[in-house]
């Protein structure tokens, strides 16, 4: 069983940058897809980003291109999120998630296993 916590949420002013950063207990990363998504007051979760932790292959939202960047750390097993130039509507609790598999993995529905989100709030 994967156990992940999110960590680095917070408030922001807008054009702000924030990192967030997701660690797994109980094993490694290694052969798991893993994911960013959000979740707003009254939406559903969306996708955010994923990477492929053996390839390094990223994928994202087409609304965080050029501005979040997903990496991942071989050495302390983590998968950060960098969040540059934050708008207000990036306003969100963001959730990491894994799953065996290749990616994209753009689906909630795609993933086994969910951090407990991380409150991220960006003010204009």
């Known amino acids: 069983q994967m156990q992940l916590v999110e960590s680095g949420g917070g408030l922001v002013q807008a054009g702000g940058s924030l990192r967030l950063s997701c660690a797994a207990s109980?094993?490694?990363?290694?052969?798991?897809?893993l994911g960013w998504f959000r979740q707003a007051p009254g939406k559903e979760r969306e996708f955010v980003a994923s990477?492929?932790?053996?390839?390094?292959?990223?994928y994202y939202a087409d609304s965080v291109k050029g501005r979040f960047t997903i990496s991942r750390d071989n050495i302390k097993n983590t998968v950060d999120l960098q969040m540059n130039s934050l708008k207000p509507e990036d306003t969100a609790v963001y959730y990491c998630a894994a799953d065996l598999g290749v990616a994209p993995k753009q689906e909630p529905n795609d993933y086994d296993y969910w951090g407990q989100g991380t409150q991220v709030t960006v003010a204009s």
């Open positions: 990477i492929r932790w053996t390839s390094r292959n990223t």
């Open positions: 109980g094993r490694t990363f290694a052969g798991y897809t």
